[in-house]
């Protein structure tokens, strides 16, 4: 089974907002890799920053997780974006987080029956 | 028709059947000059590229360091970098058309390529010892000048503008991450961090299928690949490298390999790498792994019978130069205490007509036993930390009586390093001072379980950094000119770059001599 294959990997949602959480997103996340019984992790990102700068908010992370193999894609910077994110995975999110308040991406994750932790 | 004009239609005629009878490559694999070089078959001339051009135009330090290197009809090197060539193996065993080319030599494939692969050990300059060089000389080195001004070559840009996907990585990797701006420039679309034998088939099928890619791919310990799963090499490797070894048992905290598990190439393998090698007109074969000695050892106690067929093995298929990657010195230590196996492999195999030394890069890191345990508790095994700087003393002299020339490192600013801590190195360093060696202090740099630590950098230089310093760059000034005097590229076709070595080895004491006041007074303040 490869690294992109969906089998045996846990997807995780991250809607940064501007305000960056720094070492509470860390901590988040090192709690979720350490609970994964998955092999693998997604992280789909919404960041109005863009693509590629939205991976400043997320060096703390990535140079953190060594144990696991995880790929980081690119989701968009809008709630419609989210909205069509969440339609493409087609479910199997594990958890979701939002560093900011973003009154409208957490109606969007509740009416998807998503858990979601709000961060700074 | 006259002669010429004959001749110029043959020419042409020929160019026009050499391009149509060209592969269509649709996957391009390749790297800027300070890779895709064999550094006039001389390994070590290659750390030249981590440095900013010093005393020379950067043209001619880029001539000394990475020359160019053969290529085929397709522009195809004949030696190549070993890591893209495992890429390349791994995606011609999977049935695309993917190939290694000189980065002087895309625009000939600028009608077929679809997915544009770049590898390199340190894309912009912040690993050891580049980082280094930066920031004591305020210079770029010129592998990053060299990087980035290859991303921005009209091949580059032209492959990009024709909706072809680029993908970058290699253990330099990480780097894409404090680059952003060069990474939306270059129109990078994905990054693979890790051993990618077992991810890089599917990226480069969803690239080829037009299948989103992610942005970030980081390969963990259990996704590396098995020893059956790691391909072999279809054409030669820059200085005949063969990978005997990957992974290593020490787990030092700031060394990113340790993560991964350990694996032993069979003989085989290794040995039909060797052939490649020989086949291609490569004249040297250079065994890599993080500790050579530990080839078919047991944990971190060097075995002689395996390591003896490995010498074994590539004597009989070759007589010319072999060099080792890397070895620790508790390894060396213990092999020639326990079995005399250093002088044995050096007597029996290594040394010849041909051979007068052998080089090999050793880590010291410290000469203090109290940063050694809480850093790297295991890499003194199987004698205990408190004996480190024993251990590399007598590794040294072993090394000196056996003609083993080391090029070793010593880190500046390990996390929790005090000052009596480099004091301590700082006497080890005298009493290296017998041992021919080059020794190259390096700053740290977060990688490993320190992934997350600060960096260090000349700001926190103190003045028993700079003492120690100090004495590193006598000891190396001194072995580095016995060394070329005696052993060191002393072929008759080298005599230019022995000639700018030399100037080169003059003017870094000229340098020192002018610097060392300011350098001394600003410690001091
Ligand atoms: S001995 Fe070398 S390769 Fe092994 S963990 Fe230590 S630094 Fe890394």
């Not at chain 2, 059947?17 to 592969?23: D, I």
């Not at chain 2, 580059?156 to 290699?170: F, Q």
């Not at chain 2, 005997?244 to 290794?270: A, D, K, Y």
């Not at chain 2, 000196?400 to 010593?410: D, G």
């Amino acid at each position: 089974m490869g690294l992109l294959s969906d089998g045996n990997t846990e997807r995780v949602v991250l809607v940064l907002s501007h305000d960056y959480a720094g070492d509470d997103l860390l901590n988040e996340v090192k709690k979720l890799v350490m609970s994964s019984k998955a092999r693998r992790l997604t992280f789909y990102v919404i960041s109005p920053d863009g693509r590629p700068k939205y991976f400043q908010k997320l060096r703390p992370m990535i140079s953190s997780i060594i144990s696991t193999s995880f790929t980081v894609v690119y989701g968009g910077s809008t709630a419609e974006d989210l909205r069509r994110l969440l339609k493409s995975i087609d479910g199997g999110i594990v958890a979701a987080i939002i560093v900011g308040n973003c009154d409208e991406f957490k109606e969007i994750l509740e009416s998807s029956g998503i858990n979601y932790k709000v961060l700074g | 028709m006259s002669l010429r004009k004959f001749l110029r239609v043959q020419a042409l005629i020929i160019k026009f059947w050499g391009e149509l009878a060209m592969p269509d490559y649709e996957v391009i694999i390749t790297s800027d000059r300070t890779m895709m070089s064999n550094h006039h078959g001389k390994e070590f001339l290659g750390f030249l590229t981590t440095g900013p051009a010093l005393f020379l135009p950067e043209r001619m330090w880029l001539w000394l360091a990475a020359p160019k290197v053969r290529v085929d009809s397709e522009g195809r090197p004949v030696e190549a970098p070993y890591g893209l060539r495992k890429v390349e193996a791994k995606l011609v065993d999977a049935g695309f058309k993917a190939a290694i080319v000189d980065p002087d030599y895309l625009e000939k494939h600028l009608g077929s390529v679809k997915v544009l692969m770049v590898g390199h050990h340190d894309f912009f300059a912040y690993g050891p010892p580049s980082n280094e060089w930066w920031l004591l000389t305020g210079k770029e080195p010129v592998n990053r000048v060299s990087f980035i001004n290859f991303m921005r070559s009209d091949a580059v840009r032209k492959i990009k503008g024709k909706g072809a996907k680029i993908i970058v990585g290699g253990p330099a990797a990480w780097q894409w991450l404090w680059e952003l701006n060069f990474w939306e420039e270059f129109g990078v679309d994905t990054v693979v961090d890790g051993e990618a034998e077992k991810v890089i088939v599917d990226v480069v099928e969803k690239a080829l299928n037009g299948d989103p890619l992610p942005d970030y791919i980081s390969v963990g310990p259990l996704d590396t690949p098995s020893v059956e799963e790691i391909p072999t090499i279809k054409g030669a490797s820059v200085n005949g490298l063969v990978e005997v070894m990957r992974g290593c048992p020490r787990g030092c905290r700031f060394c990113s390999v340790t993560l991964r598990p350990l694996r032993h190439i069979p003989l085989e393998v290794i040995e039909k790498e060797v052939k490649i090698n020989l086949m291609s007109g490569v004249s040297s074969v250079l065994l890599h792994s993080e500790d050579v000695l530990l080839y078919g050892g047991n944990g971190v106690k060097p075995n002689p019978e395996p390591l003896i067929r490995l010498h074994e093995l590539v004597r009989k298929n070759f007589k010319g130069p072999i060099a080792w990657s890397h070895a620790s010195l508790a390894s060396i230590k213990y092999s020639e205490d326990n079995y005399g196996l250093i002088s044995k492999l050096m007597n029996d195999y290594v040394l010849n007509d041909e051979q007068k030394f052998l080089g090999v890069e050793v880590g010291i890191e410290t000469g203090s036993p109290r940063l050694a345990k809480s850093v790297m508790p295991a890499k003194s095994l199987p004698y205990p930390p408190i004996k480190w700087p024993d251990v590399v003393e007598d590794a040294f002299s072993i090394m000196h009586e056996n003609y083993v020339i080391p090029a070793a490192t010593l880190i500046v600013g390990l996390p929790g390093e005090t000052p009596d801590d480099v004091v301590k190195t700082a006497e080890l360093m005298d009493k290296l001072k017998y041992y021919r060696s080059v020794i190259v202090p390096m700053f740290f740099v977060p990688m490993g379980n320190f992934r997350n630590r600060d960096w260090f950098n000349k700001h926190y230089l103190t003045s028993e950094h700079v003492d120690l310093m100090l004495k590193i760059l006598q000891h190396t000034l001194y072995w580095a000119e016995d060394i070329m005097n005696k052993y060191y590229v002393k072929e008759p076709h080298l005599a230019p770059v022995r000639l700018c070595l030399k100037l080169f080895l003059q003017y870094v004491k000229w340098r020192a001599s002018k610097l060392l006041p300011t350098l001394t007074a600003t410690v001091t303040r």
